[in-house]
């Protein structure tokens, strides 16, 4: 029973670790997101270039779907304006993700 045990021990902790691909995605990967973050260099960095770029691009991404008119979030209330952080944090986040794997993929991890 004991010599079974730790080939089994072995197996579990091999394969609970995270592939070489998402360690190198977690690695190449500079978004920076979450509301906190979001407001706190909102009101720390009041000129947008000198925000973080994933930070620069929600914002530009709110801005957006709120003078689309094909945007659900179109001419919403400025105290509405929020609404839209969600969905434009999921958005930039997975074009972070894309870029980072594509970056990982160019160094040949896969």
Request: aromatic share 12%.
């Amino acid at each position: 029973m004991k010599k079974l045990l730790t080939p089994l021990t072995l197996l579990f902790l091999v394969a609970c670790q995270p592939s070489e691909l998402d360690r190198c995605i977690e690695a190449n990967n500079n978004f920076i997101g979450g509301y906190e973050k979001f407001m706190d260099n909102a009101s720390k960095y009041r000129d947008a270039y000198e925000m973080p770029d994933s930070l620069t691009e929600i914002n530009y991404c709110m801005v957006d779907n709120y003078s689309d008119p094909n945007s659900k979030f179109y001419n919403a209330d400025a105290g509405d304006v929020y609404r839209a952080l969600p969905y434009c944090e999921n958005k930039i986040k997975e074009q972070y993700q894309k870029q980072a794997q594509l970056e990982c993929h160019a160094q040949g991890i896969y």
